[in-house]
């Protein structure tokens, strides 16, 4: 039997601390939102304990997300697919959390410019070796 957290609501969790983080809230600050300790708070973001209904709409409304946020970037079959994937192949999500990634981010939305922000995004691919490859991969 495979022990850890249910992979959805892992996938779920992080979704809530990417958006938090981007936020700069702190667990304790949307906890006390939530009317909820920054512990549940906590085992949400780690997918250990599953954020009911009610609970993950109240969330979506402090983070000024739609629900259907907390579900982005998860295939369908995520239940299934309980054994690890190959690492290459898999997108670490840790990075989301690092602060350049979140600084990179936020400096980039405050480029007005679209055509600009394009650029940057095209100069990005091309150094990483990516520049093949769309806007969703």
Do not use: W
């Not at 939102?33 to 009610?54: C, D, H, M, P």
């Not at 979140?102 to 394009?118: A, H, K, P, Q, S």
């Amino acid at each position: 039997m495979v022990r850890g957290p249910n992979p959805i609501d892992a996938h779920v969790g992080s979704r809530v601390r990417l958006r938090r983080t981007l936020l700069g809230l702190s667990q304790e600050k949307l906890a006390n939102a939530l009317g909820l300790t920054f512990q549940q708070v906590q085992k949400y973001e780690r997918g250990l304990n599953r954020i009911g209904s009610s609970n993950l709409y109240k969330i979506s409304k402090v983070l000024n997300v739609p629900v259907g946020f907390f579900f982005e970037d998860m295939s369908e079959d995520l239940a299934e697919r309980l054994i690890p994937p190959d690492p290459e192949e898999v997108f670490d999500m840790r990075q989301v959390g690092r602060r350049e990634t979140i600084e990179l981010v936020r400096n980039f939305y405050r480029i007005r410019d679209e055509v600009m922000r394009g650029q940057i995004l095209g100069l990005i691919r091309r150094l990483s070796g990516t520049q093949d490859k769309g806007a969703g991969e």
